[in-house]
């Protein structure tokens, strides 16, 4: 059969080769034709009322590029038209040149920074993306994932819907174009009604920026003010860099319309009596150690996990490493609490990418030892402790392990910051599938055989909430969005259990047939 996006792909795949992104042409192509939808961690930022605002994106976007790596883009309205850039690649190399942000004219922007972990970065999944709709334009900016969105782009696209990007993110705006409301703000907020899953979102309209939050709050949004203008961020790093002023968190299920003059109006899209179920895996790894989340600074609750580590699972050694970079705030907090030192057994390469994204094992591996060195001269003869602040796959602890007993530690050990990650995440954190969680498959003592250290243990996940001052964990109504650990998901799972059901109904008529 004739594949109709055939050309496109071959088209796509020439132009990105042109950009000298990183390519892999079969995830390419398979994304192209329809391939695995991409889940995305990113960050999120938005600014009005001031003339500089594809420069103050530009900076914001750089404080969050933590929070994706593989892509960026900034869209801004002039008072007439739209405009936009996106580009493979970080926030520094795309835009730091005047040229590139003059193209991005007016005084109101929004900006995105992508982390896709398919591997399927293509251009035209690089956000914000932009629709033109009968009530003007809009361009839209997301950080989560949808739970529902298989199901709602196939009757989209049965309905005659034309996607034009593999991403779920453009499900909102293909909601927005065919609400029958009247308003830009009513028709985007119908199709907030029809979404289930985590989303912060970033909206421009010719009126107004728009920050919208899930009513679970499971992406984090934030609002700020830079001389009195409106700035939406993702997290509070990127406020500090561009000298605007924190104001609060976008309410779980809040949308906030902020004016180029200042004003800021807030409605509530679905009722909040409840209070915000923030993801906890942003406290534990994602958000920016220097952010602040909820009054208390990032690096402070990594600090005490640490401590917090040291109570519950002490260790006899000589001293306390870190695995970088996200494993020193833990490991400086179970230094201080064990009275033990703490040293750089490993030396991190700033050269090089994130070593969990990358698709195949064998690539990851040789990445984790690109990434991190051993430093000899602090190993040799030592018994330590490794701090890392989760383990996913075992990747990382295993590689590591081997690097630090290869420069002649006498032990090694390793404390993990946080419980066993038992299931897969749904909301754009991207721990993956069940059966690649190490700890869904292998009790603790076989983890520990797997990685070969000499002892193991994770924080409890009381001890996790009690480190963040919110525990013990209440079983009625957590605090946090936890999912990872206790399997405890706070919203539908409308493509998953659907996925499910059919790969039964197959399973079920296989057996049938065969019978
Ligand atoms: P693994 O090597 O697969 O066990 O992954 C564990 C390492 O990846 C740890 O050092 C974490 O800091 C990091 N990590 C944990 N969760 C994520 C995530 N969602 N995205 C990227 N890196 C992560």
Redesign the pocket.
Known sequence: MVNPNADFAAVAARRLRKLGARYRRTQEFDALLGGPTLNE?CGVFGVIGTPDAAALTALGLHALQHRGQEAAGIASYDGEQFHSERHLGLVSDNFSDQATLDRVKGVAAIGHTR?S?QGATILRNVQPLYADLDRGGIALAHNGNLTNSKKLRAELVQRGAIFHTTSDSEVFLQLTARSHQLSMLDKLIDALKQVEGAYALVVLTKDALIGVRDPVGIRPLILGSLNGKPVLASETCALDLIGARFVRDIRPGEIVICKANGEVESRQVFPSSDPARPCI?EL???ARPNSIVDGNSVYELRKKLGKRLAQEAPCEVDMVAP?P???VPAAIGYAQASGLPFEQALIRSHFIG????EPEQRI?EAG?ARKHAPNRGAIEGKRIVLI????????????ITQMLRNAGAREVHMRIACPP?LYP?FYG????SKE?L?ASKMTVEEIRAEIGVDSLAFLSLDGLYEAFGKGPRDETAPAFTDHCFTGDYPTRLTDQNEAQRSAMIQQLSFLAESS
């Open positions: 961690e982390y972990t895996f534990i790894y994602f695995i970079d996200s494993g994130r070593t969990f994204i990851r984790v890392d602040d989760s383990i996913v796959r075992g990747t990382t602890s295993r590689k990650i995440d954190i991207d721990t993956p690649e190490i």
